[in-house]
Antibody, heavy 118, light 106 residues
Framework: EVQLVESGGGLVKPGGSLRLSCAASGFTFSSYSMNWVRQAPGKGLEWVSSISSSSSYIYYADSVKGRFTISRDNAKNSLYLQMNSLRAEDTAVYYC???????????WGQGTMVTVSS | EIVLTQSPATLSLSPGERATLSCRASQSVSSYLAWYQQKPGQAPRLLIYDASNRATGIPARFSGSGSGTDFTLTISSLEPEDFAVYYCQQRSNLNTFGQGTKLEIK
């Protein structure tokens, strides 16, 4: 079964750091680009970052550039998001997502909640 | 940054009716547009990719059309399970999502 499972969310103070993980299974992880998408409470979807299959190409939304770092470990079938200098507006459910059958995000994890509050 | 504007923000219809949702891009995205459905407490589900192609397992009542800057998602006859929030997404230049259209029961 194709699956993405996020972990690492929690409560953190403004200015703090958090590292999210996404464990992939059921497909050849090393062959596909991976993405992070977030959703603030009661709000819409916001693309955060993408990384190509070999980590050669990395992209960020302007809202997180310079603060967040995406990475992957193909040997461990895992995707990461290091989040530094967190702000209240980073509070959201963070999803990892990928397009493995189509050129769109056809698989999603269940999401992990990040709350930035003092 | 390419901005996607969805309309209407909320659409109130009854089961059996036809739904037409719009997504307009601030510049051409060719056919690199997808549609997603999201229900409360769930991750989004891919419905349509590359403007008009249904993803695996998506019922034929869902169809997508358009190219360039104007796109439409049509649900031909609404089923009770179709009431949800719908998002468009472009992948022509990085990725952006529209703000969503809430399809609610009238």
């Amino acid at each position: 079964e194709v699956q993405l499972v996020e972990s690492g969310g929690g409560l953190v103070k403004p200015g703090g750091s958090l590292r999210l993980s996404c464990a992939a299974s059921g497909f050849t992880f090393s062959s596909y680009s991976m993405n992070w998408v977030r959703q603030a409470p009661g709000k819409g979807l916001e693309w955060v970052s993408s990384i190509s299959s070999s980590s050669s190409y990395i992209y960020y939304a302007d809202s997180v550039k310079g603060r967040f770092t995406i990475s992957r470990d193909n040997a461990k079938n895992s995707l990461y998001l290091q989040m530094n200098s967190l702000r209240a507006e980073d509070t959201a459910v963070y999803y990892c997502a990928a397009g493995i059958r189509f050129d769109a995000f056809d698989i999603w994890g269940q999401g992990t909640m990040v709350t930035v509050s003092s | 940054e390419i901005v996607l504007t969805q309309s209407p923000a909320t659409l109130s219809l009854s089961p059996g009716e036809r739904a037409t949702l719009s997504c307009r891009a601030s510049q051409s995205v060719s056919s690199y547009l997808a549609w997603y459905q999201q229900k409360p407490g769930q991750a989004p589900r891919l419905l349509i990719y590359d403007a008009s192609n249904r993803a695996t397992g998506i019922p034929a009542r869902f169809s997508g059309s358009g190219s360039g800057t104007d796109f439409t998602l049509t649900i031909s006859s609404l089923e009770p399970e179709d009431f949800a929030v719908y998002y468009c997404q472009q992948r022509s230049n990085l990725n952006t999502f529209g703000q969503g259209t809430k399809l609610e029961i009238k």
